[in-house]
């Protein structure tokens, strides 16, 4: 994020109460405004996304299949500006949720009368506007959009836990909670496990990444699952590079990595044809 220029007081800046008052703005020219904000790329030309959706869930469990969205936040986040647009919040109906010990909300709550469909309805029409979704754990999130009153999305996704590697002088361990990357960026850390929330310190976040754009243009690059190559006594390399054991395969040391981040890696690796394959 930016500082205030020397013109303009910082927006958190107390105003002196007892300072003569300021002269009438300036009336607004229909002229367009000299800004920060890059042009867009042209057709066809490698760039960033301009625009993202930033969004979680949370859910009564971990299967789709048996369990239930009970809550979906989301903000839709300019990049070049490093700004919010837009933001929204809703519960989804739900008769129970084995889950509230950990995200807090009764199942009782989703069912009192709420806009919960004009909620839907935000969100659907924020999707159209952006060029890529956002989340931490994002295939987590993912799977629980196409069922029930939940939309498919078609957009790229970016995991900010897995995709985006944050610069090194943060002092993050691969694969960051987001309690983590929100404290390795001053943003202070008030609450969990409300969709809203995590929403909101991902894109304080992102506010604060000079870098962004180099960032989210590594993170689309095309990914594949990859395995260590390592023997038992050289494992904690595995560790210390983000991989994850038993995770999703079986008796193997296995991470989400690009062609080119394969390359780069000190020990070998070989590309996973089925990241459900036993090892």
């Not at 904000?37 to 490698?46: C, D, M």
């Not at 509230?100 to 839907?120: C, F, S």
């Not at 361990?173 to 390795?184: G, I």
Request: with cysteine.
């Amino acid at each position: 994020m930016t500082g205030a220029t020397p013109e303009q007081p910082d927006l958190w800046q107390q105003t002196d109460l007892l300072a003569p008052a300021p002269p009438p703005p300036a009336r607004l020219s229909s002229a367009p405004r000299p800004s920060a904000i890059p042009a867009a790329p042209r057709a066809g030309e490698p760039g960033p996304p301009r625009t993202l959706l930033i969004l979680d869930t949370e859910t009564t469990g971990l299967d789709p299949a048996s369990d239930h969205c009970i809550e979906v936040g989301a903000i839709l986040f300019h990049v070049p500006a490093r700004a919010v647009l837009s933001q929204v919040s809703f519960l989804l109906p739900a008769p129970a949720n084995p889950a509230e010990p950990i995200n807090g909300i009764p199942a009782g709550v989703t069912q009192l009368p709420q806009p919960w469909r004009q909620g839907l309805a935000c969100f659907v029409a924020m999707l159209e506007h952006a060029d890529a979704v956002l989340a931490h754990n994002a295939g987590f999130d993912r799977q629980w959009f196409g069922h029930g009153e939940l939309p498919a999305i078609e957009r790229p996704w970016i995991c900010s836990m897995e995709d985006i590697r944050w610069p090194a002088e943060r002092q993050l361990r691969p694969c960051p909670s987001v309690r983590d990357l929100a404290l390795a960026y001053g943003v202070p850390v008030w609450a969990a496990h409300r969709a809203l929330t995590d929403c909101i310190y991902l894109a304080q976040v992102l506010e604060r990444c000079d870098d962004l754009e180099a960032l989210l243009t590594a993170a689309l690059e095309p990914r594949a699952l990859f395995r260590a190559q390592l023997s038992y006594a050289e494992r904690h390399q595995a560790k210390a590079a983000g991989f994850r054991w038993n995770d999703p395969v079986r008796g193997a040391w296995t991470r989400r990595l690009s062609e080119r981040e394969a390359r780069a890696l000190p020990f070998p690796v070989q590309r996973v044809e089925s990241e459900t394959q036993a090892a």
